[in-house]
């Protein structure tokens, strides 16, 4: 977690985060709400924005009446131009003269107006999702009627906080997710009340930067998304046509979010907009251990218990499973339903990790079985390829109730540990190739 500072914006307080320390800035302008640490908890945005940070020095913050920021009155939302002064205020604290502003939806409207009001402090502007304006007129027949609009922001306010509502049009790739859509609900409540969110959107659905667009005369690139139902790529089309010089990528997917779904593309575009050179991508191949966690009989138990009881039951069991991985150095992979793919830096402590999985689950009246094997991981964002992947799920698939089984290669690995390890047989695994012993972790 980057540390958390503190700049003044007249009687303001305004929160903000510097990572990395390449030789050009990037200050990130996020959508309507926001929390600057809540954001990092989600680990395709944090990939996003460690990526960023390799390239160029970036500068996050919560625009004032949200996250970390001082809180304002409903009744005095602050105006574009106050949150200008925010932004200047954040890069003086940050000491950045010159910066390139990365905005999104909502936040780009406020990136257009400060690029032509204070052009001598913009190197360039990036536009994802952003719209001109958000009330349908007849040159601009793709946003929604007021009414529409209006109707929209009061079932917000009542649902406030509940990724139910609106997930599958912000993050239709991410929408079965369930890791995803707890982490969205804490975002969102953490980045303001149900009644300041509703008054930012009502704000938000007012203004209009149109007539500011042919003033732009700075390098600019946009960034969207053909099937995104927020924000329409015609949209980007429009607001490409009004800004001379802009550069328009149309990139395949329906994510509104920037970081769901595949966004290599999008950051290889900001990175070669940024310094002029496109990154190649190498996947990073390194030497790690992988723990396969499954629920035993969980259809059956599921049907036993009924949906609501079985959700209840399966949450806690994710509870638990996210408290062990720290505690062991496991960094969570992505999950199976009713089962976790973690990858560790060494064996033992996976090994440990399974251990005490086993053990924890006890007092929920369920169990789990563990599979762990040592092989060579292609890093690709937060996911994991390979070899290794596919046997360590076979040897956590031939493992039985409260079971930690590994391989041999682990055994190999832990010699000195104290580890006690039964043989159960050598097996022959579908997909790969050669005799495989397997071992029980007593």
């Not at 010089?245 to 920037?258: C, Q, S």
């Not at 996210?322 to 973690?342: K, M, N, Q, S």
């Not at 046997?391 to 039985?400: C, F, N, P």
């Amino acid at each position: 977690m980057p540390a958390t500072n503190y700049a003044k914006s007249g009687d303001v307080h305004i929160a903000y985060q510097v990572v990395g320390d390449g030789p050009r800035d990037l200050v990130h302008v996020p959508g309507f709400v926001s929390n600057i640490e809540v954001m990092w908890e989600d680990p395709a945005l944090a990939r996003f924005l460690d990526h960023l940070a390799g390239f160029a020095r970036l500068i996050v913050f919560d625009k004032r009446g949200t996250g970390l920021s001082d809180p304002v009155p409903i009744d005095r939302l602050p105006t574009l131009e106050t949150r200008m002064d925010d932004l200047r205020a954040v890069m003086d604290a940050a000491g950045s003269e010159r910066a390139t502003l990365f905005g999104h939806s909502e936040g780009g409207n406020m990136c257009v107006l400060f690029t032509a009001t204070f052009p001598e402090r913009v190197e360039g502007l990036i536009l994802t999702g952003s719209y001109a304006k958000r009330i349908k007129s007849p040159d601009y027949p793709w946003a929604p009627t007021w009414e529409e609009r209006l109707a929209d922001i009061e079932e917000i306010e009542q649902s406030w906080g509940d990724p139910s509502e609106g997930i599958e049009v912000y993050a239709p790739s991410r929408a079965q997710d369930p890791a995803f859509r707890a982490w969205v609900q804490r975002y969102f409540r953490l980045s303001a009340s149900p009644r300041a969110a509703a008054a930012l959107l009502r704000m938000n659905t007012q203004i209009d930067v149109t007539t500011i667009l042919p003033i732009i005369r700075v390098p600019t690139l946009l960034l969207y998304r053909e099937g995104d139902a927020d924000v329409s790529i015609d949209e980007g089309r429009y607001i490409a046509s009004k800004i001379p010089g802009a550069r328009l990528v149309e990139l395949p997917g329906r994510d509104h979010l920037f970081w769901a779904g595949d966004s290599d593309e999008m950051l290889d575009e900001i990175e070669l907009f940024v310094t002029g050179q496109r990154s190649s991508h190498p996947h990073e191949r390194i030497l790690s251990t992988v723990l396969f966690t499954d629920i035993v009989g969980s259809t059956s138990l599921a049907a036993d218990l009924g949906d609501r009881v079985w959700r209840d039951l399966l949450a806690r069991h994710n509870a638990v499973i996210r408290a062990e991985l720290p505690r062991w150095r496991g960094i969570e992979v992505g999950t199976t339903g009713d089962g976790f793919l973690a990858r560790f830096d060494g064996p033992v402590r996976a090994v440990r990790c399974g251990q005490a999985i086993v053990a924890a689950m006890s007092p929920l009246g369920i169990e789990v079985r563990c599979g762990v094997h040592t092989g060579e991981l292609e890093i690709l964002g937060t996911d994991v390829a390979g070899l290794a992947v596919h046997i360590g799920a076979r040897v956590a698939a031939l493992a039985g109730a409260s079971e930690v089984l590994v391989s041999r290669t682990v055994k190999d690995l832990v010699a000195g540990s104290g580890l006690e390890l039964v043989t159960k047989g050598t097996h022959s695994f579908k997909g790969v190739p050669d005799q495989w012993e397997v071992f029980t972790a007593a």
